[in-house]
């Protein structure tokens, strides 16, 4: 996937692996968000030691979300965020309030519960769906992970 002048940006990020990549992959913009201050530090200290810069971090609560000063996004990124089937709902509110119109959503979820309900609720306000299932290999045992990639369906 070519990132080359996109903004992107990653919701819970956590340490900010996919923040990390879309940065070294060559996204002109990359913001981290979590709602945990330590979770941006991590991934500035992850993007500093991996990429030798930072990228920039903002505090997100999916359920107050305060979208305004962060802008629109070309590619929203998430990666096991829905451990709870409540948060589906959230992310599916806050998504389409981050997305340029042309964006795209990458979900890579290990097939945790709220999965569904998101890609469900997603479809519901006019998104396409698509799905990989790719098999990893983690301490010798086999873990299935699903990406889902998401966007507008044209005319709506």
């Not at 201050?37 to 810069?53: I, Q, V």
């Not at 997603?122 to 889902?148: C, D, L």
Request: negative net charge; contains cysteine.
């Amino acid at each position: 996937m070519n990132l080359i002048r996109r903004r992107a940006i990653e919701i819970g990020c956590g340490v900010g692996l996919p923040s990390v990549a879309a940065r070294g992959r060559g996204a002109d913009e990359v913001v981290a968000t979590d709602h945990y201050a330590a979770a941006l530090d991590f991934a500035s200290h992850n993007a500093r030691t991996n990429l030798g810069s930072d990228i920039r971090t903002a505090l997100l609560d999916w359920r107050n979300p305060d979208t305004d000063a962060l802008g629109a996004f070309d590619l929203v990124l998430a990666a096991d965020v829905l451990y709870e089937r409540v948060n589906a709902r959230y992310l599916a509110n806050l998504v389409p309030e981050l997305l340029s119109p042309d964006g795209e959503i990458l979900l890579a979820d290990p097939r945790r519960p709220g999965a569904d309900l998101f890609v469900e609720e997603m479809e519901n306000r006019g998104f396409r769906a698509s799905k990989k299932t790719i098999a990893v290999e983690q301490e010798g045992r086999e873990v299935t992970v699903n990406v889902h990639r998401l966007e507008r369906m044209r005319g709506r």
